[in-house]
């Protein structure tokens, strides 16, 4: 079973992720974690913090001369900004933030709950699924993010190849699949930052190359499609999940919604064993399993919740209104966003590749995955 936690605050010395369970032999490359890490500080509308900051992953354990152990992995980004023994609490809460219910349920300061709850968090969060991209690229899987809108505005994706797609992604400030929408894009944005107010948007993530049989079935908590759908609600401001249709697939008939299943046995090589899908309306996923199309998932993130502009709010000490307290923050971080849920996702299908086709090594599981597919392609 492959599982990580995270542990650290915003401003405290570093984050760390430890990750129990990754098969032994995987040889680990820093660099594209630390490619992801950049990606994650960038996009338009970022805030001070991220001018501070060159996050670099460290890691610390569970990695022999460049290859995994099997032992668990120690994975940490050291905070630049270490300045937490010197913080004040915040007098009132920001409505939108963890600030007054976890001061209330915690019996304790706004501080000591909103540096846990702040994205910065996301940081290791990233590298563990930076470092899951590289297992899964032995089974030929790729993760895919981008921004579909910025507060309430559709950037439709033009048409074109993945690696056409990613090329247009990443010459994007907003990580978005239009370059022609940008210039407005960033102009909305920049009104809101004028005006002391915040943007939020949606996100989609596909996973390519997904093998049929991921997930299951058979017990609630191992559908792969939950599972996904926890990993990616749990990323800070984000308040839905929906895959393939999501909610659309609700005002359609039947017949608009499912996607027909025809054979191609010249496909029978690829991830759909030639079972050939026209529409991938379900998202790759069907009772809760990979059906060898894309896993197609997005999210929608909420404004971040610190405004320069600030909401009502009350004085804890004294329970008067006042405006909530304001900190240093971000316009948007829609672009981050994609970036945090493309690798929270990689995890949560590592995490499924490894129990399909588990074992202690990488060679071992390849073995498997070699055999499955044979196997799968006779049924
Ligand atoms: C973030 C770092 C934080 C915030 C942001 C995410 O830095 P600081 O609080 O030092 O300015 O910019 O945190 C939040 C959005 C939040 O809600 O707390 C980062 O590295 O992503």
Same mark, same amino acid.
């Given at each position: 079973m492959l599982r990580y936690w995270t542990a650290g605050e915003s401003h405290g010395k570093a984050l760390i992720a430890l990750i129990d369970g990754f098969p032994a032999g995987v040889a680990v490359d820093e660099g594209p974690i630390n490619v992801e890490l950049r990606r994650r500080q960038?996009?338009?509308?970022?805030?001070?913090r991220q001018r501070i900051e060159t996050d670099t992953v460290d890691v610390?354990?569970?990695?022999?001369h460049g290859v995994t152990l099997g032992s668990p992995i120690a994975l940490e980004v050291a905070n630049r900004d270490y300045k937490l023994e010197r913080l004040d609490d915040l007098p009132r809460p920001r409505p939108g933030h963890g600030d007054l219910t976890g001061a209330v349920k915690y019996l304790g300061s706004i501080r000591g709950v909103l540096e846990r709850a702040s994205a910065r968090e996301t940081t290791v969060r990233v590298a563990t699924g930076a470092l899951c991209k590289q297992l899964l690229a032995h089974f030929g899987i790729t993760v895919f993010g981008f921004v579909l809108e910025v507060g309430g505005e559709r950037i439709e994706p033009v048409a074109g190849t993945l690696e056409e797609l990613k090329a247009v992604r990443d010459q994007s400030e907003l990580y978005a699949l239009n370059l022609q929408r940008d210039a407005a894009i960033k102009e909305l944005i920049d009104r809101a930052g004028k005006e002391g107010d915040t943007l939020g948007g949606i996100v989609e993530v596909q996973v390519h190359g997904v093998p049929f049989g991921l997930g299951t079935h058979a017990q609630w908590d191992r559908k792969l499609d939950g599972r996904l759908a926890q990993a990616v609600m749990a990323v800070q401001a984000i308040k839905g999940v929906e895959i393939g249709l999501g909610f659309e697939a609700a005002r359609r008939p039947g017949s608009q919604v499912h996607d027909p299943i025809h054979y191609d046995a010249s496909r029978k090589q690829s991830p759909t064993l030639g079972y050939e *899908?026209?529409?991938?309306n379900a998202g790759g996923l069907e009772a809760g399993m990979t059906n060898g199309q894309p896993i197609v998932i997005r999210a929608a993130k909420k404004p971040i919740?610190?405004? *320069?502009?600030a909401l009502e709010s009350i004085n804890l000490e004294t329970k008067q209104p006042e405006a909530a307290s304001y900190e240093r923050s971000d316009v948007c971080a829609i672009s981050a966003a994609s970036v945090i849920v493309e690798n929270v996702v990689a995890f949560e299908v590592a995490a499924a590749v490894v129990d399909k086709f588990g074992g202690d090594s990488l060679v071992e599981m390849q073995a498997r995955h070699k055999l499955f597919l044979e196997m799968a392609a006779g049924r």
């Open positions: 960038g996009g338009y509308g970022r805030g001070g610390r354990a569970g990695v022999w *899908r026209p529409t991938n919740s610190t405004l *320069r502009k």
